[in-house]
C-alpha cells in the first residue's frame, strides 16, 4: 500500500486513464486504471485528499490474469470490495479495512458457457452470493462462494434472455436485469423474474448496458448512445 498526498492538478491518477470508478459507503472514491491491474482510492479525511494503490495478487492458477484491467467494482453490505478482470473468469474481492486480498474461481464450465467463458458483470448479494453474467449467455448465475456452487437461472425459469449486460440492484433487494430482450426485474429470495420491459426497436440498437438505481426519485436511470434514459 502506497499513500500519497493528492495534489490538485498534479494527481498520479489525473493522467490515467480510468476503466472503472465506484463510491462505497464510508464515502472512499475507488477506480480502476485501463489497461492496467491498478486498483486505487481517493480518500478525503480532516481537509486532506489521498490517493492508494493497491496491489493485486498474482494467482498460481492465473497468473495472466495480473496482467488484466480491472472491471465491475461493487461492495457488499460488510464494505469488503468485489471485481473482475478484463477476459478473465476469476473474482477478486479486498476486505479494506484489512488490507486482504481473496480470489475465487467460478467453475463456470459446469454450465454450458463453452470452452472460453469469461464474466460480463457481477453483483454481490447475501450469505456469500455473487450474481453474475457472461457475455456468452448463460443466464443469470449464481455463485456461492462459502462452498463453490455455482447453477444459472436462464430463459425456461422466466429470463427474456440468456445474455445479460449488466446488473443493477434497487433498494428492496430487487435485481434489474438488462438483458438483450429488455429489462427483467428479478427477484432474488424468491428466484423468480417479478417484471419485465421490453426493448423498442430503436433502444434495443442504442443501449450501452449501464444501470444505476435513483433511490431518492425510485427511477432506474439506463446508459444508452443517445443519452441517459430514466
Known sequence: RKVNPLMQGNAPFMRQAISDIHTAPDGTVWWAALDTPMLG???????????????????????????????????????????????STQVLCLDPLKWQWKIYQPPLKGIGLGYLPTLGCLHPGTDGVLWLSSPSGGGLIRFDTRDGTVSSLRRKQGLSSDIIYDICPDNQGNLFLNTSKGIDLFNPSRREVVGFVPWTKQMSLETSGKMVFDSVHQRLMLGTSLGVVL
Open 41 to 87: 482510492a481517493w480518500r478525503t479525511r480532516n481537509g486532506a485528499s489521498y490517493l492508494l494503490r493497491v496491489s493485486l495478487p498474482i494467482t498460481a492458477h492465473d497468473k495472466a490474469a495480473s496482467a488484466r484491467e480491472i472491471l465491475g467494482i461493487r461492495h457488499d453490505r460488510d464494505g469488503r470490495l468485489w471485481m473482475r478482470q478484463k477476459g
